[in-house]
T-cell receptor, first 116, second 113 residues
Framework: DTGVSQDPRHKITKRGQNVTFRCDPISEHNRLYWYRQTLGQGPEFLTYFQNEAQLEKSRLLSDRFSAERPKGSFSTLEIQRTEQGDSAMYLC??????????????FGPGTRLTVL | AQTVTQSQPEMSVQEAETVTLSCTYDTSENNYYLFWYKQPPSRQMILVIRQEAYKQQNATENRFSVNFQKAAKSFSLKISDSQLGDTAMYFCAFIHLTGKLIFGQGTTLQVKP
């Protein structure tokens, strides 16, 4: 399967703990996006990378959130000192973009985070 | 700021019939792309159809077609010959010039046998 993969699929943690999610994009894709989706809502943009450079971060991404894409391949999203409001589905998507931002973004299955 | 609005939280349709999902958006950009994504229950999001704003012709993908009205900033999705597998949440999305997607709130579609 050469689609976007995410790990873990589910994560339950206690408030105050740190969590880290991983996303493996489609191998030839240079762009990688993180979105957050709460129940019954549309995804909201968090951040994106072009290769290893993080080019934009949403104001939704507080100081407790950090994302990396160290070698322009996989990416990690870390949440420090989790809060109950962080409970959501975290989606990763990737695309190939060479000037045309309208190319399809392929989504992974998501990581569902529950903060108790 | 760009916004996307889907005013129908839930819809239902009988199998084999046609249904239209509504979407409006707001932007000051002239060149952009619009998408409809499908998110089946407990499954990942997949692209249904894409429309380039500079193309006047409405996009079509098999049973799925759009009615794109640029001046009205309207982008509706028509599903013909609805199938049980079309049951899902449908999201209208606008792509920002940086490449990030801006989604609507979604419409839950139930196809009834």
């Amino acid at each position: 399967d050469t689609g976007v993969s995410q790990d873990p699929r589910h994560k339950i943690t206690k408030r105050g703990q740190n969590v880290t999610f991983r996303c493996d994009p489609i191998s030839e894709h240079n762009r990688l996006y993180w979105y957050r989706q709460t129940l019954g809502q549309g995804p909201e943009f968090l951040t994106y990378f072009q290769n290893e450079a993080q080019l934009e971060k949403s104001r939704l991404l507080s100081d407790r959130f950090s994302a990396e894409r160290p070698k322009g391949s996989f990416s990690t999203l870390e949440i420090q000192r989790t809060e109950q409001g962080d409970s959501a589905m975290y989606l990763c998507a990737s695309s190939w973009t060479s000037g045309n931002v309208g190319n399809e973004q392929f989504f992974g299955p998501g990581t569902r985070l529950t903060v108790l | 700021a760009q916004t996307v609005t889907q005013s129908q939280p839930e819809m239902s349709v009988q199998e084999a019939e046609t249904v239209t999902l509504s979407c409006t958006y707001d932007t000051s950009e002239n060149n952009y792309y619009l998408f409809w994504y499908k998110q089946p229950p407990s499954r990942q999001m997949i692209l249904v159809i894409r429309q380039e704003a500079y193309k006047q012709q409405n996009a079509t993908e098999n049973r799925f077609s759009v009615n794109f009205q640029k001046a009205a900033k309207s982008f509706s999705l028509k599903i013909s010959d609805s199938q049980l597998g079309d049951t899902a949440m449908y999201f209208c999305a606008f792509i920002h010039l940086t490449g990030k997607l801006i989604f609507g709130q979604g419409t839950t579609l139930q196809v009834k046998p």
